[in-house]
């Protein structure tokens, strides 16, 4: 059932609203803009009916705020406000709000609209999920890792927690392809994935096809140490897939390399640091194959110039390539 929240500082209201849209969705409620962005960070609903006037945060900078953050930016908002003037109306607009309701609140209308945005957000949630799809393996692809990885790098910075990576290339998979076909490399390709995602399993985690035979986990609020567990697992589990592998140079059935990188992060462009994390993860992947392959790559010094916070304390981690 999809989830609606109702942001107004007028309790009664809420209270009013609220039973109108009981057989729509869930409803949950906040008095203030401030304690609805805390609640949409932590649990985004599929829709926010907005007042537009409140005390210290109002709807049009709540509604602003949703557009500025990745992972809230798609939610529709509707404006329940008062003013039904031209000028009220293209300032939401600007803001990002899809629709507006007047007061007092006619419940028809609000069943109408809210039933009319909440089949849109619907289809608009199908066709992502559509187009964030590697359509042979059924992973994320690029763009939704890039996506992602934005995503989850804003949070990160936002409560502390750190932020893992996990990247892996499945060995010789050129020879495998020469040796046995490319509908049995795509049917391998299958497996590692299917293998990958049943290892991803918190909320949150993300496995990915990143390149023709590169793949990678996303993992939030997990320890470099945490990482290379995963990366482990992710090892061992495509080496029980038992897959033969005859061309490889590594041994009689398909394995794969891994690169780990993880870190807490402070305040600098995002690009940088995005681009830090995945630089560090393939160093890593790149060790790895130098040391024999089918292993997680081993600790690589950080580069001088990447954006990771140290301190007296802070040494490095068991995790590949990675300073926090």
Known sequence: MPTILIVDDNAPLIQVMAPMLADLAQVRFATSGAAALRQMRQDPPDLVLLDAEMPEMDGFEVCAAMRADAALEAIPVIFVTSHDDLEAELRGLAAGAVDFIAKPVREPLLVARV????????????????AQRDGLTGLHNRGSFDQHLSREWQRSLRTGTPLSLVLLDVDHFKRYNDHYGHPAGDACLRA?????????????????????????VLLPNTTPEGAREVAEAICQAIGQLALPHAASLTADHV??????????????????????LMKRADEALYDAKGAGRNRVGPVTPAAPDAPVPTSPSSGPLRAAGCLV
């Open 192 to 216: 590692v994935a299917a293998a990958l995602g049943g290892l991803a399993r918190r909320p949150g985690d993300l496995a990915a096809r990143v390149g023709g035979e590169e793949f990678a």
């Open 255 to 276: 394995t794969v390399s891994l690169g780990v990188a993880g870190w807490v992060p402070r305040p600098f462009p995002r690009a940088e640091a995005e681009q830090a």
């Open 115 to 130: 039933t009319t945005h909440l089949r849109l957000k619907h289809l608009t949630d199908e066709l992502r999920r559509t």
